[in-house]
């Protein structure tokens, strides 16, 4: 039940008097205007109504705005424009003004002054965008390189009483000489036997992997050419050895790149509250969150079943705790993500043995991963061989 005051009395009243408006809903309110004397007959709106501009508090967050309303018989209405610049779900074709009174589970507390409405909405009448909390998004870095030549090299040496060998393994590598990375590798051997047969040291040199390799950062991809493998995609799929060309994407280029899909754990709060997340017993996230729905997401370190416990303590000190089981896969893509690779080439025989042992197959395969929902990869892999004619 509201009381109403006619706003006809404001044309006798002077500079210095104040007029009390108790209205708008169960609390009491204090409407406070002052209108001039020589102004009030010739100023009053013919309906009895003020306009006034007052500062915002949303579900006890202040929205930072000064907006119209307008104060008739003893009640306040809201212009459209002021509904939807507050998030209000308004109805296509509706009044360009809505009593505020009118508006199901909206509370009212109007303080004049500071010329201040606080507004008290239910979720259900708002239309909030969803804060995403902990989204792990990071700026792009840029890759540098500078010039150089790089020696790796490992040795192995065995001796007993019947023979003895060393083995020496390296590669050199070669960068910022242009826009890719050049290496070869070799692996020297040598060995003795104390056999009435077999008497004195032998060895050889085989070349290994002879490579150039481009990577592309910003479009997460990786051209190889010369001695590269076939597929690598999918754990499953057989590898082929050849000398050719193979491209990839390459998400190891953007390390700071989630790809797989991490919990996400959703809630809503109705007045700025602080939300704390522990996995397994462990804090991963404390944070304050505004007015509406919010999406949390876990850290991507999680792998497997695990249980969540969010606790949600609103303005006014109230605790709310939610627990749920979850489950995070380290092999699945995220939605929308693909990963692949295509190779084509000749296969390479008698690796390791001989440096230059190319067989006169050609071979084409390539790899494929979709990430179709956050709960289901789907992948595939194909090979084709063909006899090279000589």
Known sequence: MHKQLSMSSLKTLRAAELLMVLALGAPVIAIAAVVPSDQATAESPADDAMQLQLEVVLNQEDTGQILPFVLRDGRLFAPRATLQALHFRIADGGPDEQALDEINGLEIRYESATQTVMLDVPLAQLSLDTTVLNSG?????????????????????????????????????????????????????????????????RGDTVRLDTQARWSFPSSMLSLTAGDTVTGGTLPWSRNVRVG????????????YRVTTPLPMFLGEVTVPSDVDLYVNGIKQYSGTVPVG????????????????????????????????????????????????SATAGVVREDYGLQSFSYANSLVAAGDVRYGLNDRLTIEGHGTSFDKVDT
């Open 137 to 201: 998004s990071a700026a792009r870095a840029q890759a540098t390189s500078a010039p150089g030549v790089l020696l790796n090299y490992d040795l192995y040496t065995r001796h007993d009483d019947s023979s003895s060998n060393a083995t020496a393994y390296a590669e050199l590598r070669a960068f910022g000489m242009g826009p890719g990375v050049y290496s070869s590798s070799a692996v020297t051997r040598a060995y003795r036997t104390d056999t009435p047969d077999n008497r004195g040291w």
């Open 244 to 255: 050719g060309i193979r491209l990839e994407r390459n998400f190891g280029l953007q390390p």
């Open 293 to 340: 729905p919010f999406q949390l997401t876990s850290q991507p370190s999680i792998n497997g079943m695990g249980n969540a416990q969010m606790v949600i303590t609103d303005a006014f000190g109230s605790v709310r705790t939610v627990e749920f089981p979850f489950y995070a896969g380290q092999g699945l893509l995220a939605k929308g993500l693909t990963d692949w």
